[in-house]
C-alpha cells in the first residue's frame, strides 16, 4: 500500500491534504492512489449545499457545523467556490475557514476549484470526497456555488441537497429555474430577517404543492445565519431526510446511480485517454483537420477512420 494512503487511513491531516493535493493536479499515480482508497469508502454521509453568490451559505456551513459537532460527527468541508467574497479563492479560503476551527481535529476543510468543469463540480471534487471518506469522517459537507452545472452536478454527488435562498434574491421564486428546484431536499430561506421572507418561504411551499406527490415533501426552514438562528430547526431536517433516505432505502438507489454514472465516466474517461495517446503517436490528426476544412472529407467519416486506426487491446 502507498504510505500517502497508509498514513491517511491512520488519520493523517497532511496525507489527507497531498492526497487531495495529488488528485487536484492530475499527477501520474492518481488512478493507483484511489484504487487503494476506494475500498475504505462508503461510510460518509454526503450533503450538498448550494445556493445563489451572497445567500450566506458559508456563514450557514459555519453555523450548521457547530451543531453536527455537537453530535459528536467528524465532519470533512470541501468549498467549491474560488469567487465567494467569504473564500477569497481556493487558497485564501482555508486560511479563513481555519481560524475558527484550526484547534478542532474532528474538521477537515479544503477549498477546491472547479477546474475545466463548466461551471460543474470537477472530477477531482468528487474524488476529494472520497478521500475524506477514507479518512473517516462521518459528514461531508460540499457546498457549491448555485450557478452553471453545478447546481445539478451536486444531486448527482451529494445524499442530501440544501438549496439556499434569500429574501433579496430579486425576482420571485416562481422565476428560478425549474432544476433547482428539482433538486432541492430542503429549502433554507436564509437572511429571514429581510423583508420579503414570509413571501418567500410561501412561494415556496406553492410551488411544492404544484408538483406531484412524493414520498419526501422538502421542508422550507428560515434561518438567520449571521445570528445563529434556525440552526436547529435545519439540522432537525438534515437528519429527518437522512433517516427517510435509509428508511425507505433510497439511499442506496441513489448510491447505486451514483457508481453507475461514476462507472460509465469512468470508461469515458480511459477510452478517450486511449483514443487520444494514439491519435498523437501516430496518426496524422492534422491531414484529416486540413481535410475536413477544404470540405474534401466530413468529420463522421474522419471519426470512423480514426476509430479504425486505433488499438483498444
Given at each position: 500500500m502507498d504510505q500517502l494512503v497508509k498514513e491517511l487511513l491512520q488519520g493523517n491531516r497532511r496525507a489527507a491534504a497531498r492526497l487531495i493535493s495529488n488528485i487536484e493536479n492530475d499527477v501520474p499515480e492518481k488512478r493507483?492512489?484511489?484504487q487503494e482508497v476506494f475500498p475504505h469508502t462508503g461510510n460518509a454521509y454526503v450533503i450538498g449545499i448550494t445556493g445563489a453568490p451572497g445567500s450566506g451559505k458559508s456563514s450557514l456551513v459555519d453555523c450548521l457545523l457547530k451543531k453536527i459537532r455537537r453530535d459528536g460527527f467528524t465532519v470533512g468541508i470541501i468549498a467549491v467556490d474560488p469567487t465567494s467574497p467569504f473564500?477569497?479563492?481556493?487558497?485564501?479560503g482555508d486560511r479563513?475557514?481555519?481560524?475558527d476551527h484550526a484547534l478542532d481535529e474532528g474538521i477537515f476543510i479544503r477549498s477546491m476549484g472547479a477546474r475545466g468543469s463548466l461551471g460543474g463540480l470537477s472530477r477531482s471534487t468528487r474524488e476529494a470526497i472520497q478521500v475524506l471518506d477514507a479518512f473517516g469522517k462521518?459528514?461531508?459537507l460540499v457546498e457549491?456555488?448555485?450557478?452553471?452545472q453545478s447546481e445539478v452536478d451536486i444531486v448527482k454527488t451529494a445524499d442530501t441537497t440544501i438549496v439556499v435562498l434569500t429574501p433579496a434574491g430579486g425576482d420571485s421564486v416562481q422565476t428560478l429555474k425549474a432544476g433547482i428546484m428539482e433538486i432541492a431536499d430542503i429549502f433554507v430561506v436564509n437572511k429571514a430577517d429581510l423583508s420579503g421572507a414570509e413571501r418567500t418561504t410561501t412561494e415556496i411551499n406553492i410551488m411544492l404543492d404544484m408538483k406531484s406527490e412524493t414520498q419526501w415533501r422538502p421542508p422550507v426552514v428560515?434561518?438567520?445565519?449571521?445570528?445563529?438562528?434556525?440552526m436547529d430547526e435545519l439540522w432537525q431536517a438534515l437528519r429527518n431526510h437522512r433517516h427517510f433516505m435509509e428508511e425507505s432505502e433510497k439511499l442506496l438507489e441513489?448510491?447505486?446511480e451514483r457508481v453507475r454514472r461514476e462507472l460509465t465516466e469512468q470508461v469515458e474517461y480511459l477510452v478517450k485517454n486511449k483514443i487520444w495517446e494514439q491519435v498523437r503517436e501516430g496518426i496524422e490528426i492534422e491531414t484529416l483537420v486540413n481535410r475536413i476544412v477544404?470540405?474534401?472529407?466530413?468529420?463522421?467519416?474522419?471519426a470512423a477512420e480514426l476509430l479504425e486506426e486505433i488499438d483498444f487491446l
Open positions: 493507483a492512489l484511489l473564500s477569497g479563492g481556493a487558497i485564501l479563513i475557514r481555519m481560524q462521518d459528514i461531508i457549491t456555488v448555485g450557478v452553471g428560515r434561518t438567520i445565519s449571521v445570528r445563529n438562528e434556525g441513489v448510491r447505486k477544404q470540405r474534401r472529407l466530413d468529420p463522421y467519416s474522419a
